[in-house]
């Protein structure tokens, strides 16, 4: 396939390396503040006298809409560079924030931490940064660095959740999310490294981003391995919000869930920058599959037996280790099926279906539970769809789509 860059750094000082630096500061950013998240479920819930489906739903509708805008944001930035989608996205997840922190009722609240942070992530997090990365680096080296950048978004879950319960300690959910805004204020800077410059393709394969999008749904591959990223946004997102409420439930201290969902991130930056090194050495709907197989068994076990603060923290390791490793591997397979040129978008549509799965796993987790006094129906789902997904991995073709080059229209 003879492909050229759509897009380069409009100055010299954008080498690959910064865009590589900035991009992953970018997602460490974004992922880490989302990451605790969970932590909020209860002090706000009995703060504002509201069962937990209200914030469970909140965050389903922001995994919702933060996949439905994932792939116009991907469009949008690869067509217009990605600077300006990622300045975008990170003063709207800042406005989310603040506005998050003080919520006149349960529909504003569910417009700021689902509505306006959702908008803000599918700016600032993995299709976009995938696709500048995509696009500043030769193929041989695509995997490695697009694990190297889920490591970085894996380290911001892990350095950002003890600041995250320190200040629910010491100043209050309000206080603290008000903190994490300005935190939050820092992406906006390192947007600029990010900023590119369109030029002139020459004898280049043309195509447009609708001829793009139905390349990629008429693809067999495509389409599995889209549908087995829907179990893949199910599964952490349920864990992630849901998880310190079972764990207090089960009557163990709130220390327990601050520091399983830390190693859950610090564990992840070795299964993501893993999955980005065997990428380049391996099948990667092998390592997907694999991916899932092993974390029905690893929610098996913990939720079959018996549970302790060893059980938790050791659940803890093996799903971090699994969490976001199955990024590197998705959009590696996207970018290599279907070249570069529209990566961010191809890879935003099939994070649509992961994050269609995030909203029924945060939302199912709350009503099911509010149903039924009880996590178990949600944790049996997990494992069965882990097994299905593993199943439907491993027959994607990972070929390369051989096309003509043809003359670029001027």
């Not at 008000?178 to 800077?189: K, N, T």
């Not at 994050?355 to 987790?365: M, V, Y």
């Given at each position: 396939m003879t492909t050229t860059s759509a897009v380069t750094a409009s100055t010299s000082w954008r080498t690959p390396t910064v865009v590589l630096v900035c991009g992953s500061l970018i997602l460490t950013l974004g992922m880490g503040l989302r990451h605790g998240f969970g932590l909020f479920l209860q002090p706000v819930s009995a703060d504002m006298h509201w069962h937990r489906e209200t914030f469970a739903l909140a965050l389903a509708v922001q995994n919702l809409v933060w996949g439905a805008t994932q792939p116009f944001a991907g469009m949008l930035a690869d067509k217009y560079g990605t600077g300006r989608i990622v300045l975008a996205g990170a003063i709207l997840y800042v406005l989310g924030l603040w506005w998050m922190a003080h919520p006149t009722s349960q529909l504003?609240?569910?417009?700021?931490?689902?509505?306006?942070?959702?908008?803000?992530?599918?700016?600032?997090?993995?299709?976009?940064?995938?696709?500048?990365?995509?696009?500043?680096?030769?193929?041989?080296?695509?995997?490695?660095?697009?694990?190297?950048?889920?490591?970085?978004?894996?380290?911001?879950?892990?350095?950002?959740?003890?600041?995250?319960?320190?200040?629910?300690?010491?100043?209050?959910?309000?206080?603290?999310?008000?903190?994490?805004?300005?935190?939050?204020?820092?992406?906006?800077?390192?947007?600029?490294?990010?900023?590119?410059?369109?030029?002139?393709?020459?004898?280049?394969?043309?195509?447009?981003?609708?001829?793009?999008?139905?390349?990629?749904?008429?693809?067999?591959?495509?389409?599995?391995?889209?549908?087995?990223?829907?179990?893949?946004?199910?599964?952490?997102?349920?864990?992630?919000?849901?998880?310190?409420?079972?764990?207090?439930?089960?009557?163990?201290?709130?220390?327990?869930?601050?520091?399983a969902l830390a190693l859950v991130g610090l564990f992840n930056i070795v299964g993501t920058y893993t999955t980005g090194w065997?990428?380049?050495?391996?099948?990667?709907?092998?390592?997907?599959?694999?991916?899932?197989?092993?974390?029905?068994?690893?929610?098996?076990?913990?939720?079959?037996?018996?549970?302790?603060?060893?059980?938790?923290?050791?659940?803890?390791?093996?799903?971090?280790v699994l969490w976001l490793s199955t990024v590197p591997p998705t959009n590696g397979i996207v970018a290599h099926v279907f070249g570069v040129r529209y990566l961010a978008m191809l890879s935003?549509?099939?994070?649509?279906?992961?994050?269609?799965?995030?909203?029924?796993?945060?939302?199912?987790?709350?009503?099911?539970?509010?149903?039924?006094?009880?996590?178990?129906?949600?944790?049996?789902?997990?494992i069965a769809l882990g097994i299905v997904a593993g199943i439907i991995n491993l027959p994607i073709d990972e070929r390369e789509i051989r096309r003509t080059a043809v003359p670029a229209a001027a």
């Open positions: 504003t609240f569910v417009l700021a931490a689902g509505v306006l942070i959702g908008t803000g992530l599918s700016g600032v997090t993995f299709s976009v940064i995938a696709g500048v990365l995509g696009r500043a680096f030769p193929p041989e080296k695509r995997s490695m660095v697009l694990g190297i950048s889920a490591a970085a978004g894996s380290f911001g879950q892990f350095a950002l959740l003890p600041l995250t319960q320190w200040l629910l300690t010491h100043v209050g959910w309000v206080g603290a999310l008000m903190a994490l805004g300005f935190v939050g204020v820092l992406m906006v800077p390192l947007a600029a490294a990010l900023v590119e410059k369109r030029v002139t393709q020459h004898h280049a394969f043309v195509q447009s981003a609708s001829q793009a999008m139905r390349e990629a749904l008429e693809h067999r591959g495509y389409v599995l391995l889209t549908l087995g990223f829907f179990v893949c946004g199910f599964q952490v997102v349920f864990i992630g919000v849901h998880l310190p409420a079972y764990l207090a439930d089960h009557g163990l201290p709130a220390r327990v869930a601050v520091t065997l990428g380049s050495r391996m099948p990667k709907r092998h390592i997907l599959s694999f991916i899932y197989f092993a974390r029905a068994i690893v929610i098996a076990l913990f939720v079959f037996l018996p549970l302790s603060e060893l059980s938790v923290y050791l659940f803890a390791i093996s799903l971090g935003g549509f099939t994070f649509f279906s992961h994050q269609i799965g995030s909203f029924l796993g945060a939302w199912l987790g709350g009503k099911l539970y509010d149903a039924t006094g009880s996590y178990d129906l949600v944790w049996y789902l997990s």
